[in-house]
């Protein structure tokens, strides 16, 4: 069966030049970057290449990167990093469970958090955060761009805001990185999360930048890895992975490659949109990241399109999958004021670097397929049980 | 469709079947033998209630020990999917359980009445919901890991639902609300099997599940502490429990005492009354609006009648007045020895644990159905259901309304 993955923001593969470039350090070259022999060296020297890499993709310094088993792991170390007991917390209600629950988990700790609300469109008010501040502020986390909807923060001036109060600034960029262009210094963020596996490196990589002479609290203690701010040896054919995932995540987006790719997106969005009626996009009119779109389809559910869909072939995703398995109604989609209904029958669509036009004919074929089927079905069963 | 009697299963083209599958052993031979017979095979378990919901409320387990839609009875499932090559997912239909089978059950217990949460599931769950979330996919027909049989008739143009071959796992007595349209869609491979051929073919198909012990108390409460279950349920959704507090009294009016709350109670029960008297006290009736629990001998709990509501009719469709037009072109007409037309003689069981008994079926007022026993049945208990046989041709089956001509008045509101 022909399959098609547009769930890239759950993950990406590898890229092949990525394994290419991570193969020789899980065989010959196998030092631990601490080391102080040929092999250590060797390792080591292949950590801070990926370093200079990953900084560079964010417009920092090297020394400002910090490698982390993940995105989780990153916006926890940004979180519980800056912030002590007492402290108030400022985020969204759109937030990753990564920075969500662990804002849940500060207020458990005896931290006050304010959850910002966003407009219909997702996107959060300059002027929402800004009213949230108190003078104990210490931290303002909202992301760059959300994973659901795609659609792009205004961290710029969430930054300023920041920046004006003295208070720290954290954003999950996540779901920006690669795909839009990032500019730490732009940004005036503190603290910034990306992850590997969003941008065709290995799942189980991801770094933090930390703003040079920010004090953080390191989360996890042990060795003086990674300036004494996260310890435990490096897993450095995973970070051989992402410096080159970035390498190419730069080349890709000052080559165009963004423009490329939305032009797709937009094709197989528009195609969907003029193919059915009663269908939207969840997240319209705002700025959004170029591989992402998150449509309604009124009159179905969005757990059985995804299901049906990957019984024919096609991978994408709706709201948030549960310890089980089973999805749960999308908390960004309810967070933006769509009813239950809605926001249940939505699905998301995430094109990757390796998605070709090939791959969008045939969402483009097989979507409005499929929810016309279920549509056929759902209201010619109205037989209500009798008991 | 092809049918064949002697088995009662069907054989069916190769097609797209879905199994609901548990994580239990049944189940996961449905899948396997449906498999092995050709079929595209779909996996699917029903997400139903998050039991660490309640967890540590009200005096409820902070570990949970509840089977209900368990993390590792759910890893049971999907392991079986990958060991077959087939394709399962679990799909989120915890909404609809709460509203129709989680309030009902608890509504019930307020009410004085004794509900049976499988039946409620089966109508609005597995039967409906998840039928629908199976063609929605792209699933023709509905395999479930049930003991019972279903074929089509041609003679009566019905389908009809049959007791299993197995008389010992026979579950038509929680599938008496199945409409024509669902049987139709529905298979029940097991049904001419017993359970140790069940767990022989799970390990010709190399399960690795075979020998895992069948589930027995209700899945979504823990250790079956139901009281407590309400308990927790109420306080989580910020409601107070209703005050049903009142008088333990006998039939003749005399109070024996004052019991906490009428969902303590079960029709027949025998222990926990909390009052001493020389011979066996039992619960004969339980008034919800009045706060009032009867008691009284075993002879007491004795009623050959009993009315039923929210009727639904399998090998029949429906149960006429004696004299209406006996020409209607009815399916029932050529039914033998069952007809439409009432007074209709069938047994009926009133228990998952209740051998069916003699029984005459009459038509009550607001479509209800008076069923009155040969002899007479003991603890007749409102809130659960009875179903009539013919054979073991499931006639249909009602909720049990309330047991007259007895002091058992039961306040049928809410």
């Known amino acids: ?387 | 469709m092809p049918t064949e009697p002697n088995t009662g299963a069907r054989t069916v083209a190769a097609q797209t079947i879905a199994v609901a599958m548990s994580g239990g052993v049944d189940s996961s031979t449905v899948a396997a033998m449906l498999r092995a017979e050709g079929h595209n095979v779909v996996g699917l378990t029903m997400q139903l209630w998050n039991q660490r919901r309640l967890a540590g409320h009200e005096g409820m387990p902070e570990q949970v020990q509840g089977r209900c839609c368990s993390i590792d009875d759910v890893y049971d499932a999907r392991r079986v999917a990958e060991d077959l090559g087939i394709p399962y997912y679990v799909v989120n239909h915890e909404e609809r359980f709460e509203r129709d089978v989680v309030r009902p059950f608890i509504d019930e217990y307020l009410s004085g009445r004794t509900p049976i949460p499988c039946s409620l599931c089966n109508n609005h769950l597995k039967f409906d919901q998840l039928l629908l979330t199976a063609r929605q996919i792209g699933a023709d027909l509905l395999a479930t890991g049930h003991y019972a049989r279903c074929e089509f008739d041609a003679a009566r143009n019905r389908w009809l639902l049959r007791r299993a071959a197995d008389p010992a796992k026979d579950q038509t007595y929680f599938l008496f609300g199945l409409t024509q349209e669902q049987l139709s869609r529905t298979l029940f491979p097991l049904g001419h099997m017993n359970k140790p051929q069940v767990r022989e073919l799970a390990r010709e198909h190399h399960l690795a599940l075979a020998e895992k012990p069948d589930s027995q108390e209700i899945c979504f409460v823990p250790g079956g502490d139901y009281k407590r279950f309400i308990d927790a349920y109420l306080a989580e959704q910020g409601e107070s429990l209703p005050d049903t507090s009142g008088e333990l009294v006998t039939a003749d009016g005399k109070v024996l005492g004052h019991h906490e709350g009428v969902h303590n109670f079960t029709v027949g029960q025998r222990k926990g009354l909390g009052v001493a008297t020389g011979s066996p006290l039992y619960v004969i009736n339980l008034n919800g609006a009045e706060g009032k629990v009867t008691v009284g001998g075993n002879d007491d709990l004795l009623s050959r009648t009993l009315i039923a509501h929210k009727l639904n009719w399998i090998s029949i469709d429906g149960l006429h007045a004696p004299g209406a037009d006996a020409n209607a072109p009815t399916p029932g007409d050529s039914i033998k020895p069952v007809t439409a037309n009432a007074p209709v003689r069938v047994t009926a069981k009133i228990r998952h644990r209740h051998e069916p008994a003699p029984a005459v079926l009459e038509p009550a007022p607001n479509g209800e159905v008076r069923v009155t026993f040969d002899q007479p049945q003991r603890a007749i208990t409102p809130g659960q259901a009875v179903v009539f046989y013919d054979g073991d041709v499931v006639v249909g089956g009602g909720w049990i309304a309330e047991v007259p001509n007895s002091l058992k008045c039961v306040d049928v509101a809410g």
Request: aromatic residues 4%; contains cysteine; charged residues 20%.
């Open chain 1, 1 to 387: 069966m022909r399959r098609v993955y547009l769930d890239n923001n759950a993950t990406t593969p590898l890229l092949p030049e990525v394994f290419e470039a991570m193969r020789p350090f899980y065989l010959e070259q196998f030092g631990n970057a601490s080391s102080i022999h040929h092999h250590g060296q060797h390792a080591r020297a292949a950590v801070e290449k990926a370093r200079a890499s990953v900084a560079a993709l964010l417009n920092s310094r090297p020394a400002e990167i910090v490698f982390t088993s993940g995105g989780t792991e990153a916006d926890n170390l940004g979180i519980f990093g800056l912030v002590q007991r007492g402290d108030h917390v400022i985020t969204s209600t759109i937030e990753h469970s990564a920075v969500m629950n662990s804002c849940k988990r500060l207020e458990q700790m005896g931290c006050e958090v304010t959850f910002v609300p966003v407009n219909s469109r997702g996107e959060i008010g300059p002027d929402d955060v800004r009213g949230a501040l108190r003078p104990n502020t210490r931290l303002i986390s909202v992301m760059m761009a959300n994973n659901e909807t795609g659609v792009i923060q205004p961290v710029e001036e969430i930054g300023s805001i920041a920046q004006e109060a003295d208070v720290f600034f954290h954003t999950d960029a996540v779901q920006a990185a690669g795909k839009i262009t990032i500019d730490v210094q732009k940004i005036a963020c503190d603290a910034l999360t990306i992850s590997g596996h969003k941008i065709h490196a290995p799942q189980g990589t991801g770094a933090l930048f930390i703003k040079k002479g920010t004090l953080i609290q390191p989360q996890i203690y042990g060795g003086s890895h990674e300036r004494q701010r996260r310890a435990g040896t490096e897993n450095v054919p995973g970070i051989v992975g992402l410096g080159k995932a970035a390498e190419i995540a730069k080349h890709w987006l000052e080559s165009g490659g963004a423009a490329v790719m939305s032009a797709m997106r937009d094709r197989l969005q528009d195609s969907i949109l003029s193919a059915m009626e009663d269908v939207g996009v969840n997240g319209l009119g705002a700025p959004r990241v170029p591989n992402t779109t998150n449509l309604w389809f009124d009159h179905i559910e969005g757990e059985a399109l995804v299901i049906a869909l990957d019984l024919k072939g096609l991978a994408v995703s709706s709201g948030a999958a549960c310890s089980s398995g089973a999805i749960e109604p999308s908390h960004v989609l309810l967070a933006m004021g769509l009813p239950h209904q809605r926001a249940r029958a939505s699905i998301r669509l995430s094109l990757g670097k390796q998605t070709t036009r090939e791959d969008i004919d045939f969402a483009i074929k097989v979507i409005p397929e499929t929810v016309a089927r279920l549509r056929e079905i759902s209201p010619a069963y109205q037989k209500q049980p009798v008991c």
